[in-house]
């Protein structure tokens, strides 16, 4: 079976481009979950889908970020304008549900820099 | 978010050894994970346990739920030079919250 699949795998931009990233999760899981990885902030959360909807979007640092989810088997996180301090490997992990028994399953990444 | 502590930092372990690596926290956790990640992936679950004071092998690999339910350690036995990675513990309600992770590299 096919993991959560994440492109790109690298991303380099310029400041103030537009970037999106794709995420296709395990085929029949209902949750879905992006999260960032810094040195500075190690992993955390950004924003979490249940069943397409999105429920927690707390962690998403300001307005240029946004993701969507508009099937169960994709979704895209968008950050626009981009800025250098938005350079991280951005992770998608899916799961069955979403409660505390459902292992979460994570992509490789997307790392992305921002010159 | 939770506050996880964890610890050490890093390592640096000869081929054959036992490691250990502790989580600890202010609050109180219904489930404590353990998550591997290597160089250019995400990361994978390892162990995961959900009662205070479970413990939990897979394989080489045991891990502990603090009675406190503030705590955790996960043990490698008998350490190979695949082990090396970085090892997070991880909290969950319907979220992961992550330690800021155990970086383990081996001397062959």
């Known amino acids: 079976d096919a993991g959560v699949i994440q492109s790109p795998r690298h991303e380099v931009t310029e400041m103030g481009q537009e970037v999106t990233l794709r995420c296709k999760p395990i085929?029949?899981?209902?949750?879905l979950f992006w999260y960032r990885q810094t040195m500075m902030r190690g992993l955390e959360l950004l924003i979490y889908f249940n069943n397409n909807v999105p429920i927690d979007d707390s962690g998403m640092p300001e307005d240029r970020f946004s993701a969507k989810m508009p099937n169960a088997s994709f979704s895209t996180l968008k950050i626009q304008p981009s800025e250098p301090r938005d350079s991280a490997v951005y992770f998608c992990?899916?799961?069955?549900?979403?409660?505390?028994?459902?292992?979460?399953?994570f992509g490789p990444g997307t790392r992305l820099t921002v010159l | 978010g939770q506050q996880l502590n964890q610890s050490p930092q890093s390592m640096f372990i000869q081929e054959g050894e036992d490691v250990s690596m502790n989580c600890t926290s202010s609050?109180?956790?219904?489930?404590w994970l353990w998550y591997k990640q290597d160089p250019g992936e995400g990361p994978v679950l390892l162990i995961a346990?959900?009662?205070?004071?479970e413990l939990t092998s897979n394989g080489r690999l045991t891990a502990q739920f603090g009675i406190t339910r503030k705590d955790s350690f996960l043990n490698i036995s008998a350490s190979i030079p695949s082990d090396v990675g970085i090892y997070f513990c991880a909290s969950r309600d319907y979220k992961l919250s992550f330690g800021a992770g155990t970086t383990v590299t081996v001397r062959a």
């Open positions: 085929s029949g899981h209902n949750s």
């Open positions: 346990l959900y009662k205070a004071g």
């Open positions: 992990a899916s799961s069955l549900g979403a409660g505390p028994a459902d292992t979460q399953y």
């Open positions: 609050s109180i956790f219904n489930t």
